[in-house]
């Protein structure tokens, strides 16, 4: 297992990180060795040093609760932050190492996966004031969130749930069925709506002096695309007009502000340039940090730049997409049809953030330089367009309402001249898996031929996997629901070759999800080829397994629909 979430001591001598859901620490000095700190029970995270270094806040979580504590360095002791029977999350420190805040999720049983979460129980944040004396120490609300839409906690793809910025708290809230930043004092008031609009905020970080918050957001800087992109914005922690701080056609993410107070770091990325860190600085000039880090030989003149599509579903939802057409190519061309894993996921007009996907769409790029029409469909049930479009209804296990999607993906690109409709397929992992075979299984008149990269089969097998209360024995109607919702029950209509490709110690989907595919698929006479990793997990450990993946799914994809071969690594 690898270490995760390293935080350093303020002093600088220390470093703390999760190891097997365990804390520990290592001093900076040479030759120093790693030790656990906390002993007991429950799966450690979220490790936070108080200011002065002193303490350390985490979260111990228990199953169907979670616990918010404080460890004392010198005394060795741990003091728990107002403990009760709900999931109690995100501890961020006051700015003098008093007061300790927290978000309440409300005790919540998933007894299944996939029931949209539009509205629930309102989450809470909550204020320990860690001067009240020994024991547990109490805690009061200060923020209770409204009934309805923003009921249900979502965080911004941050270190933390909150901040503390000086005098407020900052905290993300869907009140309006968007993802944005709001404040509030922390002695209690009105929260104050930081970034209001039709779009969602991710990477949030506070200036050195906490009176500014720099976010990444899909706001749109001057072009409708940007919904499709990330951008850097400004915005005083007190409320006030945000400010673009990137724009363009370019990709930006991560910011750290710098401790001068002026420059901020960030990674960034277009559509023909992967990822690479650059800074901007107070005059409003983006440099590069390290121009070297993409090779002057790197093709990018060779690669294209996708446009951004609107289809519908096969319900009539509107579906968003990127259209990777092939240069200087006539006549009807092949095409492929990428789904994104997650579900939870946004793909973009670029290079994307995400390793996972970062390698994904340099396939796409390369699917087009091999003539293949592609395009990239940000499917219901992912991230980027709002709560609702999120929170989709009868997605997954309850309805497989993506389907809608898939096959509105496929008749948009039927429809486009440059392609043949003959030649369309699909390909995914994970979750782009799943509607990989979901497409295939369903409509094969339409889809060629396809590529499962450790998709979902059956909805009742993963399932038990992330929902300990789940048991289909029990849940008839939710497992019969699930596994209609599966391509495993329209195994009948598939006819399509598929390329298989899993790693056989993947602990998100289940290895027995190929292996019970490959089965049923032989048994109907369909044709089939594996590309199997042992020893490999879901996200492949191995740069070179990537490559063989990759370089199989180009290779099978040209041989089932045309396009030039590049040689494959894939066997029967």
Partial sequence: AAAAAPAISPKGNRVAYVLRNQAWWVDLADGAKPERFLEGRGQAGSLRWSPDGSKIAFVSGRGDHAFVGVYDVAKNGITWIDPGVDRDGSPEWSP??????????????????????????????????????????????????????????????????????????????????WLHLYSMPASGGAPTLLTPGSFEVEDVALSPDR?????????????????????????????????????????????????????????????????????????????????????????????????????????????????????????????????????????????????????TYALNQHLASRGFVVLSVNY?????????????????????????DVLGAGLYLRGRSEVDPARIGL?????????????????????????????????????RNFVETYDPRTRQDAARLAFDSSPMASLDGWRSPVLLIHGDDDRNVPFSETVTLAEELRKRGVEFEQLIFPDEIHGFLLHRRWVQALEASADFLQRKLGGKQTGTTSQR
């Avoid at 805040?101 to 809470?124: H, M, Q």
């Avoid at 009868?394 to 809608?404: H, I, K, M, V």
């Avoid at 979750?431 to 008149?445: C, K, N, P, V």
């Fill in 96 to 177: 003098d190492g008093t007061r300790l805040a927290f978000v309440r999720l409300p005790a919540f049983r998933n007894t299944f996966a996939f029931n949209p979460r539009r509205s629930g129980e309102p989450w809470s944040i909550r204020v320990a004031d860690l001067r009240t004396g020994q024991g547990d120490v109490p805690g009061r609300e200060l923020f209770r969130a409204e009934q309805g839409r923003g009921s249900v906690f979502q965080r911004v793809n941050a270190e933390n749930g909150i901040l503390w910025a000086g005098d407020r708290l900052l905290f993300p809230w869907e009140r309006d069925g």
């Fill in 211 to 359: 009176s500014r918050v720099i976010y990444s957001s899909n706001q749109e800087a001057g072009d409708a695309a940007d919904l499709d992109r990330r951008h850097l914005w400004g915005v005083a922690v007190g409320g006030g007009t945000p400010a673009a701080l990137t724009r363009g056609a370019g990709i930006e993410w991560s910011p750290q502000p710098l401790r001068d107070g002026q420059a901020i770091a960030f990674l960034a990325s277009n559509a023909v340039r992967p990822a690479h860190p650059g800074v901007r600085l107070a005059s409003g000039e983006i440099r590069e940090l390290a121009p070297g880090s993409i090779p002057a030989t790197y093709p990018s003149n060779q690669l294209v730049t996708p446009q951004p599509v609107v289809f519908n579903g096969a319900d009539g939802m509107p579906i968003r997409g990127q259209l990777f057409l092939p240069r200087g190519v006539t006549g009807k061309r092949p095409a492929a049809i990428f789904f994104h894993g997650g579900s939870r996921r946004q793909m973009l007009l670029g290079w994307h953030y995400l390793d996972y996907y970062h390698k």
């Fill in 380 to 404: 219901r049930s992912g991230t980027g367009y709002g709560l609702e479009f999120r929170e989709a209804l009868n997605y997954g296990a309850t309805g497989a309402s993506e389907f809608n």
């Fill in 427 to 463: 390909w995914g992992g994970s979750y782009g898996g799943y509607l990989t075979a979901l497409g295939l299984s369903r409509a094969s008149d339409l889809y060629a031929a396809g590529v499962d990269i450790h998709g979902v089969h059956d909805w009742n097998v993963v399932v």
